[in-house]
């Protein structure tokens, strides 16, 4: 959620399974200022029409009496009193309230659509800004498919929620007062008791026999969640599938999940009908027991027929929300359970929050200090013990070491994507912690080793480090990172879409689209995080062309696999199991002899045995 959002969260959060009726109106209550907007009085105003329109459509409920008296007129003994004119003025009255009644709905929808639509998608924009708050740890850990299923389905029932909360129950119950009413004033006491006394025990049946359905439709949601997610992964690797031949393995494991969600629907499905039998049985033997009561006042003359006719059709009418009702009341719950999971994750907190008061970062020159730092992404297991190094503005300093020894760990806490334990990391001299992440990050470029593009255009991706940038500009970071003659090659250009994770382009072209992009962020500080170490050396040898490009007059952060690739910078600092090893130059390090000497003599008898290979470009 947005700092200083007026919207809160309850406290009382449930990650799964069932939730209390207490935390389940706390969600409710988290929807209401949105349905009745700050500083939008135009958005309450039509919420107040809306409510209004609804509240005169329960009026209609008075139709039939206009019927039944039609029809008391036309049965009277006395041929003077069914007059033409009354009759039909009876009748006229009845279509008319009838027309009334069926345009009441469509001038609510008018009238609340703007409002609802609003809502939910503010909501949902609360939920994606949350979302990209939260910290590195949570993506890594997150399954994309099940998360983009939870927040679909949180935020369609919101909508509903509104609708059915604000003008099915509330209306409804308001009908029944009124027929109560007109039923004691026109005939007898007794027919608005048994009217009520059918409403109130519908309702309890499909209160009691809804919360007995809940855990069907919770199996569905985890079965449903788990089938997405599958799908998800498995499109995702399509290479990694066919590399293995596993195509019907991971059609076997999606079909297990869908056959768990089919029988969790089947079950849905079938405690539905049971709940749908004993709500037409409740209304109809209600309905039975007035109309025997109506027959026998009748024939005792103290009603007209037309009153059987009038008690059947309010009957009838008061059913029709009545029944909506029952649907509202599953849905509603059902819908709470849709979106239980949504607002547990907009109760997961952010791991790296800014200071109240924090203000943004001046960069200088860019120089880079990390003093007495340790960090651990677990308890039991230390990354970095005591890290202490200077970077000079404008230098440049590569950090190698064995697999696991920490290298990347400190990228990371640069870009600030954790806080560390204890120590500090400076950035000309000001504690990382003190200053906002948005101009920490802006001042920092980052070309990965991994890079994976969005699902758009080559000019998409450059610009997306600077989203109102000029064509101009985009095609003269292209050309620093050696690639815009690769581009104008393409028939469509810089319009050519990159595919999914930019898998349509070799290795060597998305890390040039990473370089361009980088250089258009234009940032004062550099982090190279084994940007070619993924390439074959001819490759390689060309990106680190475009890469001295952009690192010039940069401070630079090199975190290195391939040595060869960090003879010329400053300095060197070598880690092995979180802690500096040995720091130096290329030179000075292969004189001490030590653990950079040794990788450097592997690496050197690795590249002599290997023979170079062409990269091959996909397209």
């Given at each position: 959620?947005r ?13 799964a399974g ?16 949105h349905?009745?907007?700050a500083?939008?009085?135009?958005d309450?105003?039509?919420?107040v029409l ?20 039609a029809?008391?007129r036309?049965t ?11 009759v039909?003025?009876?009748?006229i ?8 009644g ?9 009238l609340?659509s703007k409002?609802g639509q609003?809502?939910?998608r ?19 850990e997150?399954?994309t498919?099940g ?13 509903f ?5 604000l ?11 009124i ?6 004033l026109?005939?007898?006491g007794i ?53 293995f031949n596993n ?12 056959k768990?969600y089919?029988?969790?629907?089947v ?14 049985l ?5 309905l039975?027991?007035?109309l025997l ?11 007209g027929v037309?009153?059987i006719?009038a008690i059947?059709?309010v ?5 029709q ?14 819908a ?6 949504m ?11 800014d200071k109240?008061?924090a ?21 039991d ?8 190094f ?6 440049s ?7 696991g020894?920490g ?12 806080d ?19 101009s ?16 758009d255009?080559i ?6 480090a ?6 101009a500009a ?5 050309k ?5 003659g ?6 469509l250009?810089?319009?050519t879409v ?5 898998l ?5 072209e998305k ?11 234009d940032p004062?500080i ?6 070619t170490s993924?390439?074959?050396?001819t490759t ?9 490009t952009?690192?010039?007059?940069r ?5 290195a696999?391939?040595l060869s ?12 199991d ?10 000075e390090?292969l004189q001490?002899k ?14 002599t ?11």
């Amino acid at each position: 959620m947005r700092h200083g959002s007026s919207t809160t969260l309850p406290e009382d959060a449930h990650t799964a399974g069932e939730t209390s009726l207490r935390a389940q109106m706390g969600n409710l209550k988290y929807l209401l200022p949105h349905l009745w907007p700050a500083g939008r009085p135009r958005d309450r105003i039509r919420v107040v029409l809306a409510f209004l329109v609804t509240f005169i459509g329960q009026l209609t409920i008075a139709a039939p009496f206009l019927l039944g008296n039609a029809i008391d007129r036309l049965t009277a003994k006395d041929p003077g009193l069914a007059l033409p004119a009354s009759v039909a003025g009876f009748i006229i009255g009845y279509g008319f309230i009838r027309l009334v009644g069926a345009a009441i709905p469509q001038a609510r929808e008018f009238l609340f659509s703007k409002v609802g639509q609003r809502a939910q998608r503010n909501v949902a924009l609360e939920t994606f800004r949350h979302i990209h708050k939260l910290s590195l740890r949570f993506h890594l850990e997150r399954r994309t498919g099940g998360l983009s299923r939870i927040i679909e389905r949180g935020i369609r029932s919101i909508d509903f929620l509104f609708r059915f909360l604000l003008f099915n129950i509330g209306p409804t119950l308001v009908q029944l007062v009124i027929v109560s009413v007109i039923f004691g004033l026109a005939y007898s006491g007794i027919y608005a008791l048994v009217a009520t006394l059918t409403v109130v025990v519908y309702f309890w049946f499909t209160a009691a026999s809804t919360e007995w359905r809940l855990k069907f439709r919770r199996e569905m949601n985890a079965m449903d969640t788990e089938a997405s997610t599958r799908a998800v992964d498995s499109l995702l690797n399509y290479e990694t599938v066919k590399y293995f031949n596993n195509e019907e393995f991971e059609a076997a494991r999606y079909n297990s999940t869908m056959k768990a969600y089919q029988d969790a629907a089947v079950r849905s499905n079938v405690s539905l009908a049971v709940v749908n039998i004993g709500q037409s049985l409740i209304f109809n033997t209600g309905l039975v027991v007035m109309l025997l009561l109506a027959v026998q006042a009748v024939v005792r003359e103290e009603i007209g027929v037309g009153a059987i006719t009038a008690i059947s059709l309010v009957m009838m009418q008061l059913y029709q929300p009545l029944n909506i009702l029952g649907f509202a009341y599953r849905e509603i719950k059902q819908a709470l359970i849709d979106m239980e999971k949504m607002f547990s994750l907009m109760r997961v907190p952010a791991e790296v929050i800014d200071k109240p008061g924090a203000k943004p970062i001046m960069i200088d020159n860019g120089s880079i200090e990390f003093r007495d730092v340790d960090f651990f992404y677990d308890p039991d297991r230390q990354i970095l013990k005591n890290i202490s190094f200077i970077l000079p503005a404008g230098q440049s300093l590569a950090i190698v070491g064995p697999s696991g020894a920490g290298k990347s760990t400190i990228s990371r806490l640069l870009y600030r994507f954790y806080d560390v334990q204890s120590g500090a990391v400076l950035i000309d001299h000001q504690d990382i912690r003190d200053v906002t992440q948005d101009s920490l990050r802006h001042a920092i470029g980052m070309v990965p080793q991994d890079t994976v593009l969005f699902n758009d255009t080559i000019g998409y991706n450059i610009a997306y480090a600077q989203p109102d940038a000029s064509q101009a500009a985009i095609e003269q970071a292209a050309k620093m990172a050696n690639i815009h003659g690769f581009i104008q090659s393409l028939p469509l250009g810089y319009n050519t879409v990159v595919g999914e994770r930019g898998l349509k382009l070799s290795g060597g072209e998305k890390q040039r689209v990473a370089i361009a992009r980088t250089i258009l962020k234009d940032p004062a500080i550099l982090i190279l995080d084994e940007a070619t170490s993924a390439l074959d050396s001819t490759t390689e040898r060309s990106i680190q062309e475009a890469l001295r490009t952009v690192s010039a007059d940069r401070t630079t952060l090199v975190i290195a696999h391939r040595l060869s690739t960090i003879v010329d910078v400053n300095q060197i600092l070598v880690l092995r199991d979180g802690s500096i090893e040995e720091q130096g130059t290329h030179f000075e390090l292969l004189q001490k002899k030590g653990l950079y000497a040794r990788l450097w003599e592997q690496q050197q008898e690795s590249e002599t045995k290997s023979l170079p290979t062409a990269e091959s470009t996909a397209h």
